[in-house]
C-alpha cells in the first residue's frame, strides 16, 4: 500500500503556477539591436540551444521532487488479525428412510426432505465465522462425518455426498446426541451447542433420547431441534422392477414433544420446519442467536520512501548549478 503521511504539504503544489509566472515577468533577457535578421533564421538550434532552454526545467523538477519528499511517500502494508471467541456447533442430521418424503419445494418442483436440509444447512455453515463445526448423520446407527472444523469448504463438499439411508433406514435421536456430545469434547470452548434435525420418532439406537439429554445439561451443552417434514400422509418416489416409479403416501409422524423437552432441558429451542422457506428461517434465526463475537487489530507498517525523492532533487541543483556556472554561464 502506498500513501503519504503529510499529504498536506503537497498544497505547495498549487503556488508553482504563481511562481512560474512571476519568474517570466522578473526575467529581462539580453538584447542585441540588428539591422536585419535574415541571415539569423536561417541558423538551425544546436543541441546546446535546448539544454540551455531547458536548464530551468532542473530547479522546476528539483522543486517539485522536495515537495513530495515534505509529504513523506510511504510503502508498506496494513496487517489485519482477527480474534474470535469461536463456539462448537455440532451439526446432527437424521438421514434415515423417512427422509425421501418428498414435501419440500426448490423452486418448481418437490424434493425429498434431506435435498431440502443439504442446501439450507450450507448455507448456514458458510455464513459463520470463526466458528468450529463438525457433522454427525443417524439413522438406525449414529456417525462422525466430519469432526470440529473451521475448514468449511470440505463440511459443504461432504454434506453435499450425504445419502438416505446411509445410516439405516430407522431413527436413533439419542445415539445422535451421544455422538456429538463425544466431539464436543474433542476440541474445548465456552460454548458448545448441538442442531438436532430429524423428521421421525425415535425407535433405534442403544441410548434413550432423554438420557443423553441428560448428559448435555451436566455440561451445559445447549441443544437447538427442529422437527421437519408436514403432518399427515406424504409422498415417497418407489421404483418398481415392472411397473416402473410410482408415488405411495404414508403415515410420518415426528416426536415433538420429546424434541421440546430435549431444548427445553438445554435451554435451546424447538423448531417445526413445513416447507423449505421456513426450514432457512429457522437456520437464520439459530444463526442470529448463536453470534460469535470479533476483536478486530489492525497493524500498519510503512517504510519512508522520501529519501530517494531528496537524493534526485539534489542531484538535479547540482546538475543546475554546474552548467549554469560554466557551458550556460550568463553575463549580465
Known sequence: ????????????????????????????????????????????????????????????????????????????????????????????????????????MAGNSFVDRLEAVKSVVSDFVSRRNGDRIGLVVFGSQAYTQIPLTRDYTSIESILKRVEIGAAGKETAIGDAIGIALKRLEDIPSKTNIIILLTDGLSNAGELPPLAATEIAVKRGIKIYTVGVGTRGKVPFKVHHPVRGDRYVYRQVAVDEATLKQIAARTGGLYFRAKDTETLKKIYDHIDQLE????????????????SYLLMVALCLIGLWILLANTRFLRVP
Open 291 to 306: 453470534k460469535t463475537k470479533v476483536e478486530v487489530k489492525s497493524f500498519d507498517h510503512y517504510d519512508d520512501t522520501y
Open 1 to 104: 500500500m502506498f500513501r503519504f503521511a503529510s499529504p498536506y504539504f503537497l498544497l505547495l503544489l498549487l503556488l508553482l503556477p504563481l511562481l512560474l509566472i512571476y519568474r517570466q515577468r522578473r526575467q529581462r533577457l539580453p538584447e542585441l539591436a540588428l539591422s536585419s535578421i535574415t541571415e539569423i533564421r536561417t541558423l538551425s538550434d544546436g543541441w546546446t540551444i535546448w539544454i540551455g532552454r531547458l536548464l530551468p526545467a532542473l530547479k522546476i523538477a528539483a522543486l517539485v521532487l522536495i515537495i513530495f519528499a515534505l509529504a513523506r511517500p510511504q510503502w508498506g502494508a496494513r496487517e489485519v488479525r482477527l480474534q474470535t471467541e469461536g463456539i462448537n456447533i455440532v451439526l446432527a442430521v437424521d438421514v434415515s428412510g423417512s427422509m425421501a418424503a418428498l414435501d419440500f
